[in-house]
């Protein structure tokens, strides 16, 4: 049996689904309840309380995802939005609920999302599953390195190794605007940086009048990447205010962080919404990232920060044999199914004496033992 499920173009009426969705089936089923499990059992034990957030939001053309998102129209003309991303829904449930903390606020989450447009990245689908947790109102480079922790051991949790890279978009921005760039010349430039595109940033560069100089610089932020030591060359471009500051909290982070991080400096992905560090996990054999997550700021600039786990992504990272499935066993009376599942087992029961078709039953779902009383048989005994 498949461990992922058949999206809706391999199913045999492809129709009968929207492009984009799919039917997730019990072996993929029993792998998914057992990460979410395990991971809002470590959230709850680092002190993330959970909370839950209707699908179903106000439509708002300044949320982050406007364009993307699904909309609906109630019956009292209300445009509603179908939930595509958990920040800003959890950044509207503390100004709901606890606007005046006490912070600080460990928050755990988990569920659905919708996007009107599937993307090519791996897993991502129109409906997808996240869980996450969110650490708000306060910003130290210890809350920062919490959050680190807490992300290394979710993974950890389900078996998952994975390497953690470490950001500052706004420390491009601010090397960017020490170099004296504004406008489009600026947002361009971030968006090459981000790409690794040297290319691009020598094409902007001849198109927007650089200096030698200037241009050097931007290569060398294509560069910063590495262990902690990258820093001290980061250090040596932070010319203004911002961008030393983003250098020291990061030298923080460093120093209080318990395992070795690595450092891309020339991240700036979103580098006008999140405030501070980014950072995001990749493990082998997948080239998207299994974890995200990065500091932001919340309406009336509370701090906040977090992460999101793509469940289908995760899915695919972990290990064989994950979780470890008991024997399946078919019982032949429901004493002898009580004491299986008293013993650890899977017990189904029989709904007929006829033997035969029990066994062709059991063979045909993989069962390999009969149980009746205290006996086992074998199924093909």
Not at 327 to 354: F, K, M, N, S
Request: aromatic share 6%.
């Amino acid at each position: 049996m498949p461990l992922v499920s058949s999206s809706a173009r391999s199913v045999l009426n492809p129709s009968l689904i929207p492009t984009g969705t799919r039917d997730v089936l019990p072996a993929e089923f029993a792998v998914r309840e057992h990460l979410r499990g395990k991971l809002s059992a470590l959230l709850h034990v680092w002190g993330y309380q959970g909370v839950e957030l209707p699908a179903l939001e106000l439509a708002d053309r300044l949320h982050p995802q406007d364009d993307k998102a699904f909309k609906l129209i109630d019956s009292d003309g209300e445009v509603l939005a179908l939930r595509s991303e958990f920040t800003t829904a959890m950044g509207r449930l503390v100004q709901t609920h606890y606007p005046h903390g006490p912070y600080p606020l460990r928050l755990q989450y988990g569920g659905r999302l919708w996007l009107r447009t599937q993307t090519s990245e791996l897993g991502r689908l129109r409906e997808f599953t996240q869980v996450g947790a969110e650490l708000i109102g306060v910003d130290t480079p210890r809350a920062d390195v919490e959050l680190l922790a807490l992300a290394q051991a979710a993974l950890e949790v389900v078996g998952v190794k994975a390497e953690l890279e470490v950001g500052f978009p706004g420390f491009v921005d601010a090397v960017l605007e020490d170099a004296g760039l504004h406008g489009p010349a600026r947002d361009a430039l971030h968006g090459a940086i981000d790409r690794k595109s040297g290319a691009d940033v020598d094409l902007l560069a001849r198109t927007h009048g650089l200096s030698r100089d200037v241009t050097r610089t931007l290569h060398r932020l294509l560069d910063l990447y590495g262990e902690a030591e990258v820093l001290d060359e980061a250090a040596r471009l932070a010319h203004g205010e911002r961008a030393r500051a983003a250098v020291n909290h990061l030298r923080d982070v460093a120093v209080l962080c318990p395992f070795p991080l690595l450092f891309d400096l020339g991240v700036s992905r979103r580098y006008g919404y999140y405030t501070g560090l980014t950072f995001r996990a990749y493990t082998n054999g997948i080239n998207q990232p299994v974890l995200g997550g990065g500091r932001y700021a919340l309406a009336g600039g509370l701090p906040g920060a977090g992460f999101a786990i793509g469940l289908e992504r995760l899915t695919r990272a972990i290990p064989p044999g994950v979780p470890p499935q008991p024997e399946h066993v078919l019982a032949l009376d429901l004493p002898a199914a009580q004491a299986a599942r008293h013993a650890g087992l899977i017990a189904e029961l029989a709904w007929t004496d006829d033997l035969a078709d029990l066994r062709k039953y059991a063979q045909t779902r993989g069962i390999q033992r009969l149980l009746q009383g205290a006996d086992l048989q074998e199924v093909g005994a």
